[in-house]
């Protein structure tokens, strides 16, 4: 399973969640490696996290309480304009919870894996992995639209992908 391109991307991701306690954490989607990826999880006070890492440089966006037990429908939503930087919201139940922007975006997150209720690479230093996930994940949505052109979007992959020969 590969995740949509999303480095050069607005995306949003959207899941379905039932938990059996309000600290059951654990890893709900994670790609990429501890140099470049991100990941979605909850911590062991049961706070959502998003942790987006761009080459060890990391942003972190914390909702503020813990989500609740039951199940529930957990979101984050990544806007990209162009190149540069990107905004990250978080929402719990439909509800925005916690905002941070991200000051850099690579236009390719690492290929390697996609790990969805626990992560192998460990992208994040904030748990050791695999960090499983304490719950059930009923469902899993991702969205993904163009920020740039095709074209423009095209020749910078294929910028990335030479530079890496």
């Known amino acids: 399973m590969l995740l949509p391109h999303s480095g050069s991307r ?16 654990g890893v709900i989607i994670a790609v990429g490696t501890i140099n470049n990826g991100l990941v979605l999880y909850l911590d ?7 942790d987006h890492n761009a080459f060890g440089d990391h942003t972190l966006v914390r909702s503020p309480e813990p ?6 429908v957990i979101e984050v939503r990544q806007e990209r304009v162009r190149q540069g930087p990107a905004r990250a919201l978080l929402a719990i139940d439909g509800r925005p919870v916690s ?3 991200i000051p850099l975006v690579p236009n ?9 209720g626990r992560s ?25 639209e163009r920020a740039m052109k095709a074209d423009d979007e095209a020749a910078l ?9």
Do not use: C, K, N
Not at 67 to 72: K, R, W
Not at 108 to 116: E, F, K, R, T, V
Not at 121 to 144: H, K, N
């Open 10 to 25: 607005t995306w949003h991701l959207r899941a379905l969640l039932d938990r059996a306690s309000e600290t059951a954490g």
């Open 44 to 50: 062991s006070t049961g706070h959502l996290i998003y």
């Open 67 to 72: 989500v609740p037990a039951g199940e529930i």
């Open 99 to 101: 905002e941070a922007i």
């Open 108 to 116: 390719m997150i690492s290929p390697i894996g996609l790990d969805i």
């Open 120 to 144: 192998v690479a460990g992208v994040s230093d904030g748990f050791t992995g695999p960090y499983d996930f304490e719950g059930r994940i009923i469902r899993l949505e991702i969205d993904t």
């Open 157 to 165: 992959a294929w910028a990335a992908a030479l530079g890496t020969q």
